[in-house]
């Protein structure tokens, strides 16, 4: 059963850093483009960062530019998201999703997997 698994969540400070880890059961999704989004309480879904099937690509919400990092090992069958400098306001359930082409990651309805979501809490 083809699954992504989020782990890496946690509590911490303002200004702290977390590295999450996504961790895809099948080497196929070392093909896919790899994206994190983030779900507040009520709020809806929103796009964080991507990555393409061989790293060289990458794109970033303007909200997190400068302090998130996304990265893949395909080798280990694993997508990270390093978030240095966090705010209260990055608090959120993350969640890592694979679509097959790139420009499909942009768009909610068309991402292929979902992982079940770590949380992510900031304290102020």
């Known amino acids: 059963q083809d699954q992504l698994v989020e782990s890496g969540g946690g509590l911490v400070q303002a200004g702290g850093s977390l590295r999450l880890s996504c961790a895809a059961s099948?080497?196929?999704?070392?093909?896919?483009?790899m994206g994190w989004f983030r779900q507040a309480p009520g709020k809806e879904r929103e796009f964080v960062a991507a990555i393409n099937w061989s790293g060289g690509r990458t794109n970033y919400a303007d909200s997190v530019k400068g302090r998130f990092a996304i990265s893949r090992d395909n080798f280990k069958n694993t997508v990270y998201l390093q978030m240095n400098s966090l705010k209260p306001e990055d608090t959120a359930v993350y969640y890592c999703?694979?679509?097959?082409?790139?420009?499909?990651?942009?768009?909610?309805?068309?991402?292929?997997?979902w992982g079940q979501g770590t949380q992510v809490t900031v304290s102020s």
């Open positions: 999703a694979a679509a097959i082409n790139y420009v499909d990651v942009f768009v909610m309805g068309r991402l292929d997997y």
């Open positions: 099948r080497r196929t999704f070392s093909s896919y483009t």
